[in-house]
């Protein structure tokens, strides 16, 4: 009973988070922040993938920003240098990113904790100043450029309000899927490796497999939200895709509550203005307030500052009931 | 002994560097009984758990399990072969509820993956439904039905004991190995122990204790096998291992001859 009126409220609140997505870009509301939301959206992607990988399955990865470049540039390459069709693009991207992954998974999991932070670390250095070369291999020196928008049909997503609806109609139907996922035989597989891997594989569970297969998940979702950034932004450069961005994509994931998919949105949107608006302004010293952010979250709400805020609208609800069918 | 073998291990052996944990051990396992497997601190009990689990490779020597050998199969494959284990650390899922800890047990029992899970295919909640429906079976049969919807770590240890046999018994095993699950219990809660140590029995499962209090070991065990220092010192019913020189002069550490 109380697991079903739990649930009624979650789709209620999942119901209105989509109304209140329709209503947004519209110009009464907040239409003068729809480029803002699309980024949002975008990141919201990212932070998804890297929750299932982080939070559910306990692995670590300071590299993510890399599988988000591969998907914005292999979308940017294939668009402008050989006029491929942007969604086969975009196709092309996730299966390459994804196969990547793959390749990569079964060495890089053999190490774990401190030292699978250090080799995602290295590896997104590597892929990104693989980047740098590709600018100057197909673009100009700081990044590619002319890339196309997306269309389907007649219909082409040339204004940012377009553009919203068709980015957030990709993130609602991954946190969908991410959703449906976490509620399965799969995501208890995926928590129990998080819990003890000697137990898992005492009942079945092919640790190993399950790792690569959610690194090359988060690794799709990621490359998605790259080519959904090329197409966006229509030009690519190296410097959304390095070390700082993947330490800002685990920001977003720990402030979103590393194990709740829908905490992602407001993990990604928290961090996003945050780090736009306000961080800009303190300059080099970003990335001195991302890690204090980091620190501070771990230590007293190792949940995610999104699921501490959920326990205290829960707590305040039930005093809220209690009160009112006291006599 | 008589009747059928379930588990064989030949000159079974696991060396880490230069100290030999397991020393060419043979052991033959009979089908649907309790066995026991006792020894002082060291005698390598555990690590002869963990050879016949698979979580070590062996170094040498041979584990049969229904007469096929296992030595090659990894870790995860016993589970669904009916080989399944308890640990001594317990090791429940800390960030699950009771009831899905035991739903975890069902892995080998269920098949569906990822793309199902993802779209919510038939196949995906017609299993689900079994898996919850069988989890909820083991829990009453280690008497935790009433606890499902708490956190697995929210139990007195006693009941996380009992929780971590039913998520074992999950996976449908042909042969459960119980590491230390006495270990830290009150009295009641032995007795609820071997009631359901006995229940599994009962149910044509064969059961192998590693165990320390021996009273518990002796009213259980059908058949006891003494390890010391890696090396089987002795074997047979509990009445005839007690009285075995050997054994006695390894638990109280004196020389034989």
């Given amino acids: 009973m109380l697991a079903r009126l739990k649930s009624s409220w979650s789709y209620l609140a999942i119901a209105a988070l989509v109304v209140a997505l329709i209503l947004a870009p519209f110009h009464w509301f907040l239409g003068q922040y729809t480029t803002l939301m699309i980024v949002i959206g975008i990141y919201t992607i990212v932070t998804v993938g890297l929750c299932l990988l982080m939070g559910y399955t306990g692995q670590v990865s300071l590299g993510q920003a890399a599988f988000f470049g591969m998907g914005a540039y292999i979308s940017a390459i294939l668009t402008t240098t050989y006029g491929v069709n942007p969604w086969l693009a975009m196709l092309a991207a996730a299966i390459m990113t994804g196969a990547f992954a793959y390749i990569i998974g079964s060495p890089i999991f053999r190490l774990k904790g401190n030292y699978l932070a250090m080799a995602t670390l290295g590896l997104g250095l590597i892929i990104w100043i693989l980047f740098k070369q590709l600018n100057q291999s197909f673009g100009e020196p700081d990044g590619i450029s002319g890339i ?5 049909g007649g219909f082409v997503f040339n204004s940012s309000f377009r553009r919203y609806f068709l980015v957030w109609a990709f993130c609602l139907v991954i946190l969908l899927i991410s959703q449906n996922i976490v509620r399965s035989r799969t995501g208890r597989a995926l928590r129990a490796i998080h819990g003890s891997e000697a137990a898992s594989e005492s009942i079945g569970i092919n640790v190993n497999q399950f790792k690569v297969k959610i690194l090359v998940l988060s690794a799709v979702y990621a490359s998605i939200a790259g080519s959904l950034f090329a197409h966006h932004v229509r030009y690519v450069g190296a410097q959304p895709f390095d070390f700082l961005a993947s330490v800002k994509l685990v920001v977003m994931a720990v402030i979103g509550g590393l194990a709740s998919i829908w905490g992602a949105i407001f993990g990604a949107g928290t961090t996003h203005i945050l780090s736009d608006e306000l961080l800009l302004r303190f300059g080099d010293w970003d990335v001195v307030i991302y890690g204090l952010i980091l620190v501070i979250v771990m230590i007293f709400m190792p949940e995610g ?10 707590r305040l609800r039930l005093r809220y009931r209690q009160r009112g069918t006291e006599p | 002994m008589s009747g059928s073998v379930i588990l064989e291990t030949k000159g079974l052996t696991k060396a880490f560097g ?13 089908a649907g009984k309790i066995t026991a497997i006792i020894g002082p601190n060291g005698a390598g009990k555990t690590t002869l ?9 062996v170094s040498s020597g041979q584990i049969y399990f229904q007469g096929g050998l296992l030595n090659n199969v990894p870790a995860h494959k016993r589970a669904s072969m009916g080989i399944v284990r308890t640990f001594q650390q317990v090791h429940l899922f800390g960030n699950m509820t009771v009831l899905e800890n035991v739903m975890s047990g069902r892995h080998p029992r269920s098949s569906y993956g990822f793309l199902e899970a993802a779209l919510r295919l038939p196949k995906a909640r017609r299993e689900e439904e079994a898996i919850s429906l069988n989890a909820i079976k083991y829990l009453n049969l280690v ?10 770590l929210s139990l007195p240890l006693g009941q996380q004991k009992l929780l971590a046999i ?12 119980l590491d230390e699950p006495g270990a830290g219990l009150n009295t009641l809660e032995k007795r609820q122990l071997s009631d359901l ?7 044509g499962i064969s059961v ?9 070991v002796m009213g259980l065990a059908e058949w006891v096998i003494v390890l010391d220092s890696g090396q089987k010192i002795a074997e047979g019913t509990a009445a005839q291992v007690q009285k075995d020189q050997k054994v006695i002069a390894a638990y109280l550490g004196e020389d034989v001859e």
């Fill in chain 2, 197 to 203: 140590i006995r229940n599994i029995r009962e149910m």
């Fill in chain 2, 143 to 152: 008497g935790l039905g009433t606890h499902a919807e708490q956190d697995a």
């Fill in chain 2, 49 to 57: 758990f963990n050879l016949i689990t698979g979580v070590y490779p």
């Fill in chain 2, 18 to 30: 230069g100290l030999v944990a397991v020393d060419k051990v043979d052991l033959s396992i009979e």
């Fill in chain 2, 208 to 216: 192998i204790l590693v165990e320390h209090d021996m009273p518990l």
């Fill in chain 2, 166 to 177: 039913a998520r074992a018994m999950a996976t449908e095993p042909r042969l459960i190995l």
């Fill in chain 1, 305 to 314: 500052l999104f699921v501490k805020l959920k326990e205290v609208f829960e």
């Fill in chain 1, 148 to 152: 196309p928008y997306l269309s389907i």
